[in-house]
């Protein structure tokens, strides 16, 4: 098996550095687009085949060097008793919006075997049919950026219904976060037992605290889910996978980051992956960070950012070559390919 990624997730000797790309399956290809005109986005994350066959795509196309599970931070929430509607151009909206405690006690927490069921479903498919080629990574939403969809009601420019919830109604906003936490925890262990080799934390909002209350509102909930994770995987499993926490606009936050107790952090474009290395220290490995606008540049000034990125991260204890955050839809692929291929000629030991 291609274990380069799993290796330099837990520190370990790596021949080169190892790449994948956040949001890698989807519009960007036109073999997704295909398939995205014949059902719509959610149809696709619930029919396990085609989610499998998406998943597979971008390790066909691009060459990287881990496979994340095509699915999406939301799923769960639709499970949790949320209507869930995906429009183009728009982007998700759930509705109601969960805003006072009767829609906070409303909530459930689904058993991912019955209502998630057709994720694990596709990660047992993806694991055959990926043969040992690249590792599956398995993911969620951190348990803060789940609960802002919910409370918002869709996307967010300045999560001030999040905010006030936690501000005027803080007792509401500890109810939600118990049932989402749970939720998260339940569904990242039923996808390892299902095959998936590693796991994501998306944070994508946690960067719009200060620190203390990032601290206390968004990170009190990731500590919990892995801790929580940690110690069912060393009872009951003997081979841990690693857990990647992903937090955009991380820089100021860093110092609070470091006690989640992940075994990678994610490091958007908006620091330097070497101050967020000194910054972290030596228990980590990290997974970053080039600029997704970046690829928009001509070559030779894409390898130009590559090998910059990689010289700067040489320090960490492990390195994953990544984007700071998603690929946009209007990538020339061309690039993408040759950014893969870039790291892994330039890292070459
Ligand atoms: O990384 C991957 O390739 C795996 C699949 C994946 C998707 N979403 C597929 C998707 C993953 C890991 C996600 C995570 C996700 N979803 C996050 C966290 C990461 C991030 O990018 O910050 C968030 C915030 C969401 C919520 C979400 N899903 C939004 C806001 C949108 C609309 C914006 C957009 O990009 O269209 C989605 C839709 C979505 N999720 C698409 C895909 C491929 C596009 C749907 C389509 O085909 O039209």
Known sequence: MNDVFLKACRGEAVPYTPVWIMRQAGRYLKQYQKIRKKVDFLTLCKTPELAAEVTIQPIDALGVDAAILFSDILIPVEAMGV????????????????????????????????????????????????????????????????????????????????????????????????????????????????????????????GIFSPQDFKKHALHYVIKVIKNLGEWQRTERNDPVPVIYFVGACSGLLEEIKTCGADVIGIDWRINIDDAVKRLGNKFSVQGNLDPCALFLPKEKIEKRVKDILERASGARGHIFNLGHGVFPETPVENIIAMVDMVHRLSRR
């Open 83 to 206: 209507k869930l509607e995906f429009f183009d151009k728009r982007g998700p909206v759930l509705n109601p919006p969960v805003r006072d405690d009767i829609s906070v006690r409303n909530l459930s927490v689904p058993e991912p075997g019955k209502e998630l069921n057709f994720v694990l479903e596709t990660i047992k498919i993806l694991r055959i049919e990926l043969k040992g080629r690249v590792p599956l990574i398995g993911f969620s939403g951190a348990p803060f950026t789940t609960a802002t969809y919910m409370i918002e009601g869709g996307t967010s420019k300045n999560f001030l219904h999040t905010k006030r919830m936690i501000f005027q109604s803080p007792d509401i906003y500890s109810a939600l976060m118990e049932k989402v936490t749970e939720t998260v925890t339940a569904y990242l262990k039923a996808q390892i037992n299902a095959g998936a080799q590693a796991v994501q934390l998306f944070d994508t909002w946690g």
